[in-house]
């Protein structure tokens, strides 16, 4: 290989890995490389291992770190992400022995306001996600799961994870055993309304609970006698602030200690009435804090664990501090992995600027084809102004829309007053109150003026009651009951904020980031009779799911341009390269019927013209846009047909699923495979237009029954009749090709016709899927349908005037027989064709139900399609002609064989989209070279010469047909045994097989001078 051809490789492979490297490390390239500490974003719990590693949820509910005993990161763990194996909210954290973290996860539905579904997540002792321990999903939408869930008290005792089910009339205990895998019920107490009075519970011993209730009371619960004894109430503290229990926790011994978020502090019940912890413990170690709330806290060992607005507190249980971690500290190896991001994304761009310097140095040899010029140039400027159009389009738009929500907040704080009766106020002034017969009258009416979050006005709106008490903010009702009647909040310590404003008689709205999350919200005064302000009232709506929507949205905007200039250009270039044939056309029907020779300086300088563009000019180039067009129509469903039979499945005998899904393609296969034989069969004996015209009636009549498939055995047929069909246009068209005489023309039509095909798949899966998700399914045929007739009128137009002379019928069974029975052939199919073509379903079959369970969209399935064929049409070539110059056919196949399992290994060891990506483009860049290594090798096996090209690749084809049939069912029977396992364990398969196939392939083979090889 010279070294153009190994430095083009070498500069290919280099920006594939850094570009997967990249986008591993996507997450530091937005951090700054040389800063070595970090603050807490909005802490909201923090908990310590036996190690005394601590794990902090902060980046309010959405983010998960651990520190070491030093206060330096160890691993973040992102959250906000709806994708499996990641957390939307982090509610709680508990470290089993083994390092294991176990996270709460509070999945909110895509307004961020009711919680659809609990789960807690198993990851390892190195921030990796292993498993779903247990998943509690809720259909019923209630005001009591509004942002919260109601799993709590997430817990590690007795070498088990414990946490409690707080529903409407009872607490149940559930414990998790990490060595058999089994969750259990532990125990249950009877509890009515738990759900609203309940603040927090914590186990003492087995049969015995401490339970805190929003009336400010701490209560020992004995299972055993179902008896309880009080050990602490709020009401007999006379402190000047009011007491608010919130959090009760057990040590190893049975103590208890709870937080206080009224005074601000950490105690201790009974024995441990001598542990107290507050700000003054902080400032007695010269910390600059104050009125800091301490809301939850961790006990482990000795060791207590919690945290305030700006950092992490330890202390041991007899209150003196240990330590206090104000800042994150970064370690020298995460600083160096920033670093190394960015050098990745430089090294990305230095690469991309290479390979564009070497494409046009020594394959375009300085000189850039006018066509690709204004193709780039029309890239660029549709590029540039879409992007600078859809960036400003959508901040005017984010703009508008928040002011929008802003104004609507407003006007439902100040219509929502209206319905409660502000006397009422004065029958609410004592803990005893809360859910007495005025609060519930309060309560009810506010529901009722959101009529419950039924309609889509209300649908996500939350409310806020709050009191002013001796100058200080306290919320006393919230819509999904979580607070108590003195819940303190620091907001009013804005001179000009919002609840200020609102205690003085003005509604005023904004926005806001806290622990909790970002909202958007408006405060207005509620008046009794007299005209006196006895409540402030805060409605609002969750912010931060409008901002991850803002946020999709944008990068969706992004993609769908991209791909939609992509596709337009290549649209551009088909419609070019007609354009430019039918020129071609006119100038050679000025000549003479079929002169093609050299000019003389006798004729004129348009017949010199003329007779230079004929040699250049075949009629079989034609076959490139009608081949386009037909491809178009017909694989605009590729990327959903997957995905429709899912909806479409019925089950069958004991076939599974994934057998039964993959039904249609193996249909479309083989019937494709029996189109060809007929249609090969019509060609060789002149009729071929018959072949073509059948064919077009056919795939467009799969292709408008398809759209009406009222089940799936209908759509079988459809699919059928689409194979068919397509199977006949391609024969009848590949015989227009091969009619060509001139042998140089006859392998450019070649280029051309499978250029067509390549470009008609890519162009018609993307449009496919983008109109499969704004139209849907169904209607895509009707499309396709459309478009498919439109082919068969080009075809009529462009190829009945070419003439094709009949051939002699030479196909005879006998010869057949002696040919399927070779072993060379037999074996050539069954150890490369079979398994390549079986892993290249990974793309048509699985790729597309595996993308749409894992939230992405038919569109995003059609785009990665459209990467796969770039690779394919753009490296392949290249990758081909190096291959084939310095590597025999033979390696070069078993090369391919290999890069095939590769691709499916990547998928195998991580199975996420990442990996499945990973394996598209691999799968992209393998088949650019390995499928023309295949041909060429097979039609150099001395049966095959023998027998002729036309009629080998017609087997050839016919044998690729079959073996994508039976790849979809192949496909679903490893699937049986699990994605990953199931494709790993084909990837070692495939592996085996190329092993196994090396000595086969070798015997009997040696290489001419040319580098092919001969029998």
Known sequence: MDRKGINFILLSGGLIV????????????????????????????????NDSNIYVIDTSLRRVVKLDSRGQLLFVIEGGQRE??????????????EGNLYVLNWLHDEGGFHVEKEEILQYSSDGQFRQIIYSRPYEKRTSTRVQRGQLNALSFIEDKINWFDIASDSLTRFTYDGKTGSVKEAASLSYPEANIFVADVA?????????????????????????????????????????VPLMVEADAGGGLYYSDIGTGTIQGLGDKESYIFSDESLKKAGFDV????????????????????????QTDLNGTLLKYYESIQIPFSELALKLFSFIMLAAVILILVLILRHIYLYMFQRTIPPVLINALSILFV??????????????????????????????????????VDGDLFNQIQSRDDYMGDAYRKVRASLHAALNENKDPWNDRYYFVLYSVIDEKLYGMMYLNDRISMYHPFNYYEETDGAYRLANSGEISAETDTDSWGTWIYAVSPIRDSKGKVVALLEVGTDFYSYEVENRKLFKNLILDVGTLVIVFVLILIEFVFYLDLKRKQRIVSLLPHGERRRADRRQSSAEAMAIQTATSYSAAYFVRPVNFLITLAISMSVAFVPVMMRSLYQPVFNLSEDIIIA??????????????????????????????????????????????????????????????????????????????????????????????????????VFFGAFLADQIGFYDVFYVAFALAIISGLLMVQLLFGIKIAPKKITLKPVGVFRFIIEPKVILFFLFVILPTYTAGMFLVYYFPLFATEKGLSVSDVGRFFIVNGLFVIYLGPTLSRLFKRHLSDRVSLLAGSAGWAIAM???????????????????????????????????????????????????????????EMAAPILFGAILILGPLTGIGMFSVLLVVMTLVYIPISAVGQSKDKSGGETK
């Open 663 to 764: 039904l249609p393609i193996s249909l479309e296969m083989l019937f494709f495979a029996v189109g060809l034989i007929t249609g090969g069969s019509l060609s060789s004996r002149g009729r071929w237009k018959h072949a073509q015209v059948a064919g077009i009636m056919m795939a467009a009549g799969g292709l408008l029954l398809s759209a009406l498939s009222v089940n799936m055995y209908i759509f079988f047929v459809a699919r059928s009749f689409v194979g068919f069909g397509s199977g006949l246009i391609l024969i009848s068209l590949r015989s227009i090709v091969s009619s060509e005489k001139d042998s140089v023309l006859k392998s450019h039509a070649y280029a051309h016709f499978y250029a067509g095909s390549m470009a008609g798949l890519n162009v018609g």
């Open 290 to 313: 104050q009125d800091m709330v301490y809301y939850r806290f961790d006990i482990n060992g000795d060791v207590l664990t919690t945290f305030n607005d700006y950092g992490v507190v």
């Open 905 to 963: 290994a990547f998928f195998a060891l991580t199975g996420n989209i990442a990996g499945a990506v990973a394996t598209v483009i691999v799968m992209g860049i393998v088949e650019g070279f390995a499928v023309t290594a295949q041909n060429d090798y097979y039609l150099n096996i001395g049966l095959v010469k023998k027998i002729g090209e036309e009629r080998a690749v017609a087997y050839f084809e016919v044998a690729a047909k079959i073996a």
């Open 382 to 419: 549709i590029g540039v102004t879409t992007l600078l159009v859809v960036t400003v389009v959508l901040k005017n738009f984010a703009a508008r829309y928040t002011n929008s929500l802003l104004e609507k907040t407003q006007q439902m704080a100040q219509l929502i007053p209206q319905t």
């Open 84 to 97: 499996e194996g990641t957390f939307f909210y982090a509610a709680d954290l508990a470290v089993d022995n």
């Open 18 to 49: 850094a570009i997967l490297i990249s986008y591993i490390l996507r997450w530091h390239i937005f951090d700054l490389p040389f800063a070595s500490t970090q603050q807490f974003n909005y802490p909201s719990y923090a908990i310590t291992d």
């Open 203 to 243: 186990v003492v011993s087995a049969a015995k609970w401490a339970v805190v209730n929003k009336k400010g009371q701490i209560t020992l619960h004995d299972l055993t006698d179902n008896s309880s004894v009080g050990l602490y109430n709020a009401d007999d503290n006379l402190s000047k602030d009011i007491s």
